[in-house]
């Protein structure tokens, strides 16, 4: 039996380790962040029955200095009598609790405890330590620079410095526009990163800088700074919007006025001089940033070039260009070959001639206004309402031309035509020829036709 116990509690202790359990006996953290003034507790869980075994055991300080602070068994506690207003321990859950931390009690402790389990004469000792720190919440940092007036690029330098007055164990970070700044060749960081350094500065050193502030407890961030440096000029060149443009040459119409901008990136903006340039030397024609030339008063290609001066970097660039003047007809009006109908507008007219042709072709096909003519042009005069013609009247009155019209099957009449009435052998009575004809006529399905 005993060996089929031993066996059993073997197996158990290999299942409790495959299934990951945890088999310590006791489990403390390993570092209590704490703030000054304030209380801190230390917890402990143990992994047994506190009540089914015995145990003694102490709770000690061991760094920076060694002190004793209880000593603890099943049934009873001895505190330190110097640091009982100090330190509360539960014996029921072997933890300790600080009542009010200061700086001396920032340090290492340790809790070593000895166990014997029922039926075993063996002692199992644990020993935990756990770290304490006492911080104390940061104030928000404020930004000093070394130099407060504008930096010119590569040749000044600056450095800027995070100071904050309350707070303990703050770490250190620097910004630029929300961004982390990296150590480089031209960003150095003091020890602690207290101060960053930038030798020299240089145009993407511009921005707005803040410092980050860090401890256990706490963290804050400054205001920002603006960092403004002169650089330039960089990138110039020589543009207008008139005039056709290849390269460094530009061709514009006879007697068409036209002006140049000299351009850079620089700061504070440049100051830039416009220059002629011939054979015999150069000539300084006008200072500012746009060029007016009027084309009547050059006879052949010119050479001209901008001038750009930073008078705080004392740096300088130029740009050359050469003007020709020609006849570049009527569409020239338009710069940089550039239509003189924008796209849009073409899109639009095209769209509006589509529409009025789908129109006409409704139309046309709708209405057939060249049968809506004919109608027109052979339709009789109205009659007048309410005058009835019964045939008998005066032939006189019905003088005119008529056209008559058979319906197959609809009557059997005899038929009058101008053939017939030419071949009358008389004349002389005007008014009972007319009649006669009129009365061949049919009166009712003709109306019916007409209309």
Not at 104 to 132: C, H, R, W
Request: with cysteine; aromatic share 8%; charged share 20%.
């Amino acid at each position: 039996m005993e060996s089929f116990g031993i066996a059993v509690s073997l197996l158990l202790c290999v299942m409790i380790q495959m299934s990951g359990a945890n088999t310590e006996l006791i489990s403390v953290p390993l570092v209590m962040h704490g703030t000054k003034g304030k209380s801190l507790h230390i917890p402990v869980e143990t992994h047994f029955g506190m009540n089914q075994v015995e145990f003694q055991g102490t709770w000690s300080q061991i760094s920076p200095k060694e002190n004793h602070l209880v000593t603890f068994e099943n049934s009873k506690a001895i505190p330190n009598l110097q640091l009982k207003d100090t330190l509360i321990f539960n014996l029921t859950s072997i933890s300790l609790t600080f009542k009010q931390l200061d700086e001396a009690a920032e340090g290492e402790y340790q809790l070593q405890i000895n166990i014997i389990f029922p039926g075993q004469d063996k002692l199992e000792s644990v020993i935990k330590t756990v770290s304490i720190t006492v911080n104390v919440p940061l104030s928000t940092p404020v930004m000093k620079k070394s130099s407060e007036g504008t930096l010119v690029e590569d040749q000044d330098n600056v450095t800027l410095t995070c100071i904050v007055e309350n707070g303990a164990k703050a770490k250190y970070q620097w910004l630029k526009n929300g961004k982390m700044v990296s150590l480089s060749e031209r960003h150095i960081f003091s020890q602690n990163n207290t101060t960053l350094f930038i030798n020299p500065v240089k145009k993407e050193d511009i921005g707005m800088y803040s410092c980050a502030v860090a401890n256990p407890i706490s963290h804050a961030r400054s205001k920002v700074m603006e960092l403004s440096v002169f650089y330039g000029p960089y990138n110039l060149e020589v543009n207008s919007d008139q005039g056709l443009r290849i390269g460094e040459v530009f061709t514009v119409n006879q007697g068409e006025l036209i002006f140049f901008d000299c351009l850079a990136d620089s700061n504070p903006p440049n100051t830039c001089v416009w220059i002629s340039r011939t054979d015999n030397g150069t000539e300084v024609l006008m200072t500012g940033p746009r060029f007016e030339v009027p084309p009547h008063k050059l006879a052949q290609p010119t050479k001209f070039l901008c001038r750009a001066f930073n008078n705080m970097t004392k740096k300088q660039d130029e740009a050359h260009f050469t003007l020709v003047v020609a006849n570049l007809g009527k569409g020239s009006e338009k710069l940089q070959g550039e239509s003189a109908v924008s796209p849009l507008a073409a899109i639009t007219i095209s769209s509006l001639l589509i529409i009025l042709c789908m129109l006409f072709v409704l139309f046309r096909k709708t209405c057939h206004p060249k049968r809506v003519l004919m109608k027109i042009y052979n339709r009789p005069m109205p009659e007048q309402k309410g005058l009835h013609r019964s045939g008998h009247e005066d032939a006189t009155e019905d003088f005119g031309i008529y056209e008559f019209v058979s319906i197959p099957g609809k009557m059997e009449s005899n038929h009058a035509s101008c053939r017939s009435l030419a071949r009358l052998d008389s004349v002389k009575d005007l008014h009972t020829t007319i009649y006669d004809v009129i009365r061949h006529v049919p009166e009712t399905p003709t109306l019916s036709l007409l209309k």
